[in-house]
């Protein structure tokens, strides 16, 4: 596993530097969920290939740039899906953008999910791992300094809410409007990792990216995206759920499934619970 984990530190530090010198251009194909690929997207694809392949206890890499896996040792004990850049529409606008990473046993089953990372490129460099806790490294010199755990409380301010309004169901629409009577915070740039890095650093709150008309299966990626979030926040001490059902106990039939998501404290997800259990 440390082997992973400074593969994934190797990848940041250069990644870091391909964003801060990219120009945003499109490449001329579309990813396996239909997104228009920016070279910044494929660039940072192949560095991460590039740092893992290297690794033989990986067995093979998913990537959200790909469409299929790619077999790295047989013999090897781990899969890893990984997002290489999450939001990278939004380095044309100078927000925050991320790099995820989930790193699996014998399965993409949610609930073989042994350790999950993400990296965040913003005013700093931030990298959390989440084994059987969760730690906060910040990029201080080239190299990645321990800060603190991370937990979350038991409820928080913020409320993070995906997707396009227009498209929500009138229950969704009713349970974000509960927070907000209750004096929660809008919180959204359009990049999950960012918004989720917050959630956690503030701890406490509400992310949710539902099931909208135009995305009946939600947005986000179960293997890449979804997932490594999900055991990210059950180790801080937080919840993650489908609206009702625990996001771990899914299997993806597909690798590059998506499924509505709600990440947050325990209050705010009991909530979501209520509302979505008794939606007409
Ligand atoms: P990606 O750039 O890897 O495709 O992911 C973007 C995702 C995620 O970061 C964010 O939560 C979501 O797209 C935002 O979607 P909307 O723009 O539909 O809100
Ligand atoms: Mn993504
Ligand atoms: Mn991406």
Known sequence: MEDILEAIKKSAIKIEKEIKNSDGSFSKNLNSTGDNQLKLDVVSDEIIEDELKQINIIKEIISEEKEDSVEINPNGKYLVGYDPLDGSSLVDVNQSVGSIFAIYENDYSGNNLVASVYVIYGARVDLVIALNDVKLYRLQRDEFKFINNLTLGEKGHINATGGTQKNW???HRELVNSF???G???????????????????????FSYPTTSDKPKGKLRMIFEVFPFAYIFEKAGGKAIDGEKRILDFKPSHLHDTMPCFFGSTYEIEEVKKVYANRA
């Open 169 to 171: 169901s009138s229950y």
């Open 180 to 182: 907000f009577i209750k």
């Open 184 to 206: 929660y915070r809008l919180e959204y740039s359009g990049g999950m990792v960012p918004d989720l890095h917050s959630i956690l650093l503030q701890r406490g709150g509400l």
